[in-house]
């Protein structure tokens, strides 16, 4: 069973950073592309930055010259170096990835809060 767990979110003050790890587990086969989706109250997911397993990415125009998607392929692990928050980024955070097992497919983690306050 495959398991992704998103870890580093929190409370941080317009102008700070944080870095997001999320981390696949289970019986895989590859893990095609990588990517972060955001949440915020009453309304829609929305990609933030996606990684292919080459290394090419891209981003949500309103995170560009902020946000930094990377991967590890050796740990199974996509990060999100996030900088220069603003309060609009308030949001749940969710890791997805496609990942081929026995069959190819898209996971979500749990989700992790941001909340960009002062």
């Known amino acids: 069973q495959v398991r992704l767990v998103e870890s580093g979110g929190g409370l941080v003050q317009p102008g700070g950073s944080l870095r997001l790890s999320c981390t696949t587990s289970?019986?895989?086969?590859?893990?095609?592309?990588m990517g972060w989706y955001r949440q915020a109250p009453g309304k829609q997911r929305l990609m933030v930055a996606g990684i292919t397993s080459a290394g090419s990415t891209n981003y949500a125009d309103s995170v560009k010259g902020r946000f930094t998607i990377s991967r590890d392929n050796a740990k199974n692990t996509v990060y999100l170096q996030m900088s220069s928050l603003e309060p609009e980024d308030t949001a749940v955070y969710y890791c997805n990835a496609r990942i081929f097992t026995t069959y190819m497919a898209a996971y979500w983690g749990q989700g992790t809060q941001v909340t960009v306050s002062s």
């Open positions: 289970g019986t895989i086969s590859r893990i095609e592309t």
